[in-house]
């Protein structure tokens, strides 16, 4: 190789060499960069409510017996009226009340019935349904209702099938504010933890918002409602 070729070699391998060596600074110190400015911190914030439930659906079961199944169903359509007599004296609109068919149980037709003879072949039970919004009238119906008792209606107890529920059904009245509550408890811990941490807080990287949750406040005030949600935000830091 002549000197011209040799020097012209050297000169584009020395440039070869500071491209790369130029190009991997300037990649380090982009890694550098994004590194840094993906730090981040992420934080939780909490909204609760505690509201009335504004509807409440109340079954109200009964029981009949007897050995003739014609006079079965006549005491059962006396019984509902005047549980349905009852009800609306105490501010229970009509419209608010239904029925759901009797189920009648007939013992000489069970199989097991150990080859004893019942007092009464036949049992009903009947249930009669409250769905309404006013749920203090309701609840003051629920508490005078021995009073129907008394009159020889055998109401039944509740039970997994005939339990009275209370509905919270606004939450969409109160949802914004209760977002904007958790985004702003978000901001202050991570303003905090930003502060503590000689850093600066920056925009949001990503957000999710929990579910709405809605749940008795006790088991003793299940008319009671506790509302809450969580919202998860993490926020940018640089320093």
Same mark, same amino acid.
């Given at each position: ?28 110190? %982009?890694?550098?960069? @994004?590194?840094? $400015?993906?730090?981040? +911190? *992420? ?6 409510? &505690? #509201? ?71 049992? %009903?039970?009947?249930? @009669?349904?409250? $769905?309404?919004?006013? +749920? *203090? ?6 508490? &005078? #209702? ?82 809450? +949600? ?10």
């Amino acid at each position: 190789m002549n000197p011209t070729n040799r020097a012209n070699a050297l000169i584009l391998g020395i440039s070869i060499f500071l491209g790369l060596t130029a190009l991997g600074y300037l990649l380090g110190r %982009a890694a550098i960069d @994004v590194k840094e $400015y993906e730090r981040s +911190v *992420s934080v939780k914030g909490l909204s609760e409510r &505690e #509201l009335p439930a504004d509807v409440v659906i109340w079954p109200i079961a009964f029981t009949e017996s007897g050995n003739d199944l014609g006079a079965l169903y006549n005491s059962i359509e006396v019984s509902k009226k005047s549980i349905e007599a009852f009800l609306v004296s105490k501010g229970i609109a009509a419209p608010e009340i239904s029925y759901s068919l009797p189920s009648v149980t007939d013992k000489a037709a069970q199989e097991f019935n150990n080859g004893q003879k019942a007092e009464f072949r036949y049992v %009903a039970i009947q249930t @009669v349904t409250v $769905y309404s919004s006013n +749920v *203090s009238i309701v609840r003051k119906a629920m508490n &005078e #209702l021995s009073e129907l008792g008394k009159t020889g209606i055998a109401f039944k107890g509740e039970d997994f099938q005939n339990q009275t529920e209370y509905l919270f059904t606004d939450l969409n009245k109160i949802k914004p504010e209760m977002i904007q509550e958790t985004t702003t408890k978000t901001r202050e811990v991570a303003l905090k933890f930003a502060e503590d941490s000689n850093s600066k807080l920056g925009k949001i990287k990503q957000a999710s918002q929990g579910q709405f949750t809605i749940e008795p406040r006790d088991k003793n005030n299940p008319h009671i409602k506790k509302i809450r +949600v969580v919202s998860t935000v993490e926020y940018y830091l640089s320093d």
